[in-house]
């Protein structure tokens, strides 16, 4: 049974490049969430969707990310431009929520983001 | 502002003692607390939860207690063995201001090693 997919694993860019992250849930959930992770501020949400729409997007810094979910078994997490400040570990999670938020969350390995 | 905050990054045990992992929140609406467990280049996996309902709850090896008053809960880990060696991150949510998909607030992390 496959887990939550990230794609690419790695990724190094130039600042001022284009950045998308791609993510696949585990199927048959209906909620999705990208996260950042740095050492300065650990994990954090950057937005949630539930059922393709965009529910909490409070967590996105600014307007240079932009998230999307065409479908149920696809999300993309999109910068542009880059900035070297950027660079962090980015994690997608997915879960089957019916209610009450106690619903594990469960992530994928994440893509390493280096912005030069 | 850190609503969750583990501040020891590092913690450092000997094989078959006790690992206690410590974490603090100041948000008095969360009402579900959390620990997930990261290995390096794999994204967190869900370990044990409590709600505020509880003061303490087991699984196995793991135990987390939570502190209302003192807002505080702790992970232990008895008897600590070299594959608990990992990134635990403490998690809290609340169910108040309709948010009910349980938005989780991490904290920055603490890398345990267990030395054989």
């Known amino acids: 049974d496959a887990g939550v997919i990230q794609s690419p694993r790695h990724e190094v860019t130039e600042m001022g490049q284009e950045v998308t992250l791609r993510c696949k849930p585990i199927?048959?959930?209906?909620?999705l969430f990208w996260y950042r992770q740095t050492m300065m501020r650990g994990l954090e949400l950057l937005i949630y969707?539930?059922?393709?729409?965009?529910?909490?997007d409070s967590g996105m810094p600014e307007d240079r990310f932009s998230a999307k979910m065409p479908n149920a078994s696809f999300s993309t997490l999109k910068i542009q431009p880059s900035e070297p400040r950027d660079s962090a570990v980015y994690f997608c999670?997915?879960?089957?929520?019916?209610?009450?938020?106690?619903?594990?969350?469960?992530f994928g390995p994440g893509t390493r983001l280096l912005v030069l | 502002d850190q609503q969750v905050k583990q501040n020891s990054p590092s913690l450092s045990v000997q094989e078959g003692r006790i690992s206690i992992l410590n974490c603090d929140y100041t948000?008095?609406?969360?009402?579900?607390f959390l620990w997930y467990k990261k290995y390096p280049a794999e994204g967190p996996t869900f370990l044990i939860s409590i709600s505020s309902i509880k003061d303490k709850n087991e699984d196995g090896r793991f135990t987390v207690f939570l502190n209302k008053s003192a807002k505080h809960l702790s992970l232990h880990i008895v008897p600590s063995q070299p594959g608990d060696s990992a990134v635990y991150f403490c998690?809290?949510?609340?169910?108040?201001?309709?948010?009910?998909?349980?938005?989780?607030?991490f904290g920055q992390g603490t890398i345990l090693t267990v030395h054989p």
């Open positions: 998690a809290a949510s609340s169910n108040a201001g309709g948010t009910s998909y349980g938005k989780l607030t």
């Open positions: 199927s048959g959930h209906n909620s």
């Open positions: 948000n008095s609406m969360f009402d579900y």
């Open positions: 969707f539930n059922n393709n729409v965009p529910i909490d």
């Open positions: 999670a997915s879960s089957f929520i019916i209610g009450g938020g106690r619903e594990t969350q469960y």
